[in-house]
């Protein structure tokens, strides 16, 4: 079993900055892919950014590419997304994933099995 622990989020204006982190605990030695997705009100779940672990391949959605980071430090076992350019339609609730199944980290939620309990993210205009 996989842990994780997302925090970082809060409310700010358009055109500012977040960095995310999600803390990974238990046994995390496997895993493969990390992302982050977010879910707005109303709306379905949606991939944000992935990574693999061994690789460091890193995925974006086309609306976040350029505006948002995803890092990680495996010493720390913790995953980042630096959200930088903040616009109100980014105003979501943040959830960190985590897979053990080696393959492309796609942005897809059925490729995590591993979910955080979330961090809201509100962007004012």
């Known amino acids: 079993q996989v842990q994780l622990v997302e925090s970082g989020g809060g409310s700010v204006q358009a055109g500012g900055s977040l960095r995310l982190s999600c803390v990974a605990s238990?046994?995390?030695?496997?895993?493969?892919?990390m992302g982050w997705f977010r879910q707005a009100p109303g709306k379905q779940r949606e991939g944000v950014a992935t990574i693999s672990t061994d690789g460091f391949t890193t995925y974006y959605a086309p609306s976040m590419k350029g505006r948002f980071t995803i890092s990680q430090d495996n010493a720390k076992n913790t995953l980042y997304l630096q959200m930088n350019s903040l616009k109100p339609e980014d105003t979501a609730m943040y959830y960190c994933?985590?897979?053990?199944?080696?393959?492309?980290?796609?942005?897809?939620?059925?490729?995590?099995?591993?979910w955080g309990q979330g961090t809201q993210v509100t962007v004012s205009s």
């Open positions: 994933a985590a897979d053990q199944r080696r393959g492309p980290c796609s942005l897809g939620a059925s490729r995590f099995i591993y």
């Open positions: 238990g046994y995390t030695a496997n895993n493969y892919c």
